[in-house]
């Protein structure tokens, strides 16, 4: 099955820093990454829709300054996460819908637990 | 919007045994799907189960079933011969123009 690489796995950082978090496809392109966010034992929640090209679209609530989503490849899609504070800790996943695909075919990255102390 | 219902914080299973997951969902939508995903500690998300809302046969795979109501607007999961590996938390999920709406989870426990 295809694969969505997401790095890194695990992130600590100091408050005030940001950090990058990668999601990749790597046996498919997708023209549409999404941004999920999850507390724990809590559901995850949609944070942005990446379109490979073009700006993303943010879900209501979520800080685009904050939040700096780049999708610059049909491979490739960043969250930064700028001036991090302990309330930005959470896990983050990205999912994938390869290129040509309808509704049906997501894949999910293996997901990013960011601790900000 | 979308909202999908899951009323099952947490269920336990026997091993062997069979369990019902519930979920609901309201949509304005006649075609689309709906998922079953399965998060274990590693929370890596797995899908579980897929079902086209057109398709009126209930989808199947292996273990897992779901019981698809469209009327009702509601789709559930069934776990047969539960297995110490299936203990994990459990969404339902629809999706439209892409996007995945989540239910809230139901955390499942399967006793030796």
Same mark, same amino acid.
């Given at each position: 099955g295809a694969v969505v690489s997401q790095h890194p796995s695990r992130v600590i950082c100091k408050s005030g820093t940001s950090v990058k978090i990668e999601c990749r496809s790597l046996d498919f392109q997708a023209t549409t990454m999404f941004w999920y966010r999850q507390f724990p034992k809590k559901s995850l929640m949609l944070m942005a829709t990446s379109n490979e090209g073009s700006k993303a679209t943010y879900e209501q609530g979520v800080e685009k300054d904050k939040f700096l989503i780049n999708h610059?490849?049909?491979?490739l899609s960043t969250l930064t996460v700028t001036s991090?504070?302990?309330?930005?800790?959470s896990f983050y996943i990205c999912s994938a819908r390869p290129h040509g695909?309808?509704?049906?075919k997501l894949f999910f990255g293996s997901g990013t637990q960011l601790s900000v102390l | 919007a979308q909202t999908v219902t899951q009323s099952q914080p947490e269920m336990s299973v026997q091993e062997a045994e069979t369990v019902t997951l519930s979920c609901t969902y309201d949509t304005s939508e006649s075609d689309y799907y709906l998922f079953w995903y399965k998060q274990p500690p590693s929370r890596q998300m797995i899908l579980v189960i897929r079902q086209e809302a057109y398709k009126q046969q209930n989808a199947t795979e292996n273990r897992f079933s779901v019981n698809f109501q469209k009327a009702a607007k509601s789709f559930s999961l069934k776990i047969s !011969?539960?297995?110490?590996? !299936?203990a994990a938390m459990y969404f339902c999920a629809y999706v439209t123009d892409y996007k995945l709406s989540f239910g809230a989870g139901t955390t499942v426990t399967v006793r030796a």
């Amino acid at each position: 099955g295809a694969v969505v690489s997401q790095h890194p796995s695990r992130v600590i950082c100091k408050s005030g820093t940001s950090v990058k978090i990668e999601c990749r496809s790597l046996d498919f392109q997708a023209t549409t990454m999404f941004w999920y966010r999850q507390f724990p034992k809590k559901s995850l929640m949609l944070m942005a829709t990446s379109n490979e090209g073009s700006k993303a679209t943010y879900e209501q609530g979520v800080e685009k300054d904050k939040f700096l989503i780049n999708h610059a490849s049909l491979t490739l899609s960043t969250l930064t996460v700028t001036s991090a504070h302990p309330e930005d800790s959470s896990f983050y996943i990205c999912s994938a819908r390869p290129h040509g695909t309808g509704n049906e075919k997501l894949f999910f990255g293996s997901g990013t637990q960011l601790s900000v102390l | 919007a979308q909202t999908v219902t899951q009323s099952q914080p947490e269920m336990s299973v026997q091993e062997a045994e069979t369990v019902t997951l519930s979920c609901t969902y309201d949509t304005s939508e006649s075609d689309y799907y709906l998922f079953w995903y399965k998060q274990p500690p590693s929370r890596q998300m797995i899908l579980v189960i897929r079902q086209e809302a057109y398709k009126q046969q209930n989808a199947t795979e292996n273990r897992f079933s779901v019981n698809f109501q469209k009327a009702a607007k509601s789709f559930s999961l069934k776990i047969s !011969d539960s297995q110490l590996g !299936d203990a994990a938390m459990y969404f339902c999920a629809y999706v439209t123009d892409y996007k995945l709406s989540f239910g809230a989870g139901t955390t499942v426990t399967v006793r030796a």
